[in-house]
């Protein structure tokens, strides 16, 4: 009935917001496109953003152009039942996020695609749970194997600590006596990893680790050049650092190392 119309609509859009994605509708004869308004939000795109088909392709990864690209034009010629694929883009803040983009087209009598109609939605903070996942399972891995070393387990900490953080370069210093030393790095060059094995990281307020020692708490220091009390100049000019993020170690309370990203 008309009136049951309304309260359908409203159940099918939170149907799909409860899964973080919302409609479009692209006229493929004309090169337009409709999204529905609670795809801005979901894809963080204003309507000025995103308002024709072009608007969307262009923010998508260069790396996932070709596979869209040919993805797509499979689905056209009629060779896949539906276009279906997972894809990086930029949002409204240039910050690259990862979308789920699926749609049927539409064909005329002659088999040709005229409409095609679908779903999108962002899908980053899956994806992250997912590297989280992997990460921890690379971990345990290691870590489960009846004669494991304790290198091993921290170089590979060391690695899913980057790529989760989405760092340049990840470091674990150990408490050694009452200094900590570099344990394991990833991303540091040889000429830095060199210089940081030789180095003696006492507890203070001079270093990331020696003040994540110290206040025995996660420490964001945004840049080193524009904190007076970082000393350790090498981290600028052999290092190449700026932005630095440091989380203790805890045993019992004591921080007996420091992960650095």
């Given at each position: 009935?008309?009136?049951?119309?309304?309260?359908?609509?409203?159940?099918y859009a939170l149907a799909l917001e409860s899964i973080n994605e919302n409609l479009y509708d692209w006229d493929i004869d004309h090169d337009t496109c409709y999204y529905a308004p609670g795809l801005y939000r979901i894809l963080g795109l204003t309507p000025k953003?995103?308002?024709?088909?072009?608007?969307?392709?262009?923010?998508?990864?260069?790396?996932?152009?070709?596979?869209?690209?040919?993805?797509?034009?499979?689905?056209?010629?009629?060779?896949?039942?539906?276009?279906?694929?997972?894809?990086?883009?930029?949002?409204?803040?240039?910050?690259?996020?990862?979308?789920?983009?699926?749609?049927?087209?539409?064909?005329?009598?002659?088999?040709?695609?005229?409409?095609?109609?679908?779903?999108?939605?962002?899908?980053?903070?899956?994806?992250?749970?997912?590297?989280?996942?992997?990460?921890?399972?690379?971990?345990?891995?290691?870590?489960?194997?009846?004669?494991?070393?304790?290198?091993?387990?921290?170089?590979?900490?060391?690695?899913?600590?980057?790529?989760?953080?989405?760092?340049?370069?990840?470091?674990?210093?150990?408490?050694?006596?009452?200094?900590?030393?570099?344990?394991?790095?990833?991303?540091?060059?040889?000429?830095?990893?060199?210089?940081?094995?030789?180095?003696?990281?006492?507890?203070?307020?001079?270093?990331?680790?020696?003040?994540?020692?110290?206040?025995?708490?996660?420490?964001?220091?945004?840049?080193?050049?524009?904190?007076?009390?970082?000393?350790?100049?090498?981290?600028?000019?052999?290092?190449?650092?700026?932005?630095?993020?440091?989380?203790?170690?805890?045993?019992?309370?004591?921080?007996?190392?420091?992960?650095?990203?």
């Open positions: 009935s008309i009136e049951a119309l309304p309260h359908a609509e409203e159940r953003q995103l308002a024709t088909p072009k608007d969307w392709t262009d923010r998508i990864h260069p790396d996932d152009q070709p596979l869209f690209r040919y993805t797509l034009a499979q689905h056209l010629k009629g060779n896949t039942p539906r276009f279906s694929m997972e894809l990086r883009y930029r949002d409204g803040e240039g910050r690259w996020r990862w979308a789920r983009q699926a749609g049927i087209a539409r064909r005329g009598k002659e088999g040709r695609a005229h409409r095609m109609v679908g779903a999108a939605g962002d899908i980053t903070e899956n994806k992250r749970v997912d590297e989280m996942m992997r990460a921890s399972a690379d971990v345990l891995k290691v870590m489960s194997r009846s004669t494991f070393e304790l290198q091993v387990v921290l170089d590979q900490l060391v690695k899913s600590a980057a790529t989760l953080c989405e760092a340049d370069v990840a470091s674990i210093f150990r408490l050694d006596g009452d200094v900590y030393r570099l344990a394991s790095n990833f991303g540091f060059s040889t000429e830095y990893s060199k210089f940081l094995r030789s180095r003696r990281i006492e507890v203070g307020r001079g270093t990331l680790v020696g003040r994540v020692a110290q206040e025995r708490t996660t420490i964001h220091i945004p840049d080193i050049l524009a904190d007076k009390e970082y000393a350790l100049s090498q981290a600028v000019s052999i290092g190449r650092e700026r932005s630095l993020l440091g989380v203790p170690l805890l045993r019992e309370g004591v921080p007996i190392g420091v992960i650095g990203v």
